[in-house]
């Protein structure tokens, strides 16, 4: 199949949302498609490294980049939190724009929108009148009111945040016509797809965003070695919204017998704060924190801990869920959003989300449970394991495909028709 990919962040030499768009990218050719990636120069360099060492794995015709520049006024405003917004929209229409020159003398199968995976800014390429899959995305997942106090700056994280989506969902028309055209939309979480239907989707799944390299695997489920001390792994960005204040506030809970140690891993705004916030839930004693360390340590820290603790008040899912799973790692987390969705219920312990003192209590006998239960954090971590293996990112793509062909042999009854070759378009940049 000829396959358009829209990949606003792509980029191999990174995680998050730049390697998702690169992993679709790269797995749909390896499926032996041919695909057209039309993506941000900012992944340029890594693309390169990456094409570099391992291009002659697809054959040259399978794989196109291209890259589309937004207007260097536009590009000097991204500095903002406004133009991070403004970037992302005049980006989305030059791509379309881009697109539909391609598409005059490119017959594509289906056009996947992979990323940013943001409800509230819809795409622009369902103007192309092809099957679009659209996701996996989330957005309308929130921080619980209630727990305000574990997110510092709440005003500017959650409350700005709610109403740019509410404004974007009201009166920017494209973000419904994208889940009214759309032939799927993937969603991150129970709270999207709801959102997603009740603005109009035709068809909606539940899909994680989530992969994992067959590399990143040990060759078996991984032993550990026993000790004295419960390990328990904290890791992420340190976002006001991970929530690693509630964590602290549930170790400060934990019954003082029981020794455990908590080692956090990850930098971020919150930094300057959590020497002050570990020492106020006389935690100093208990608990590490490393920073940003290599992506080799990382993965050793995963093999050397006993269980996963990590609580987002507000996330479409973790990767890190993944990972921990893969090296045989319980979960301690919340039950809501995407780890509700997706962790399963028997790779760990999900306490409920009610009120800050009740979770964090929660939270706190699951580490004694597990600390006093060896045997049911083995049975947990080998769960998980099984349950990662699914999620390899040829194993998802290879589902999403289905998925395609599935929707392929299906009319399509809403679709929009593509720019003839003569339809003036306003001009602001050019791809390069």
Known sequence: MNVLLSAYACNPA????????????????QQGHRVWCIT???????????????GHEVKPEQLHFIFVAVPAWVQFLH????GVYLHYMVWQYLAWKEAARISRTVAFDYVHHATYGSLQMGSWMWRLGKPLIFGPVGGAQRAPK????????????ETMRNAVGWLLMTFDPNVRQTLRHAAVVLATNSETAELARRMGARRVE????????????????????????????????????KALLLALDALARVDKRVPFHLTIIGDGPLGQQLPAAIARYGLQDRVTWRGAVSWQEVRVAFLSHDAFLFGSLRDSFASQFLEAMATGLPIITLDHQGAHDFV??????????????????AMARAVEYYYHHPEARLAAGQAGYLFACTQTWTARTQRLLLLVQQLLRQPQSVSAPAPSPGTPLPVLAQAS
């Open 79 to 82: 500095r903002w939190q406004f």
């Open 206 to 241: 539940l899909f994680l965003d989530s992969g994992l390299p067959e590399s990143f695997f040990p060759p078996a489920f991984p032993q550990r070695e026993p000790s004295s001390t419960f390990r328990l792994l904290w890791l992420g960005r340190l976002f006001p919204r």
């Open 14 to 29: 990174h995680g998050g949302e730049d390697g998702f768009g690169f992993n679709w990218t790269w797995q749909t050719a």
């Open 146 to 157: 209630a727990f305000r106090a574990f997110i510092p700056d709440w005003f500017k994280s």
């Open 40 to 54: 941000n120069p900012d992944g340029r360099e890594g693309i390169a490294a990456f094409m570099a060492k391992h």
């Open 344 to 361: 399963p219920a028997t790779a760990g312990i999900k306490v409920p989300v009610t009120t800050p003192e009740a979770t964090a209590t």
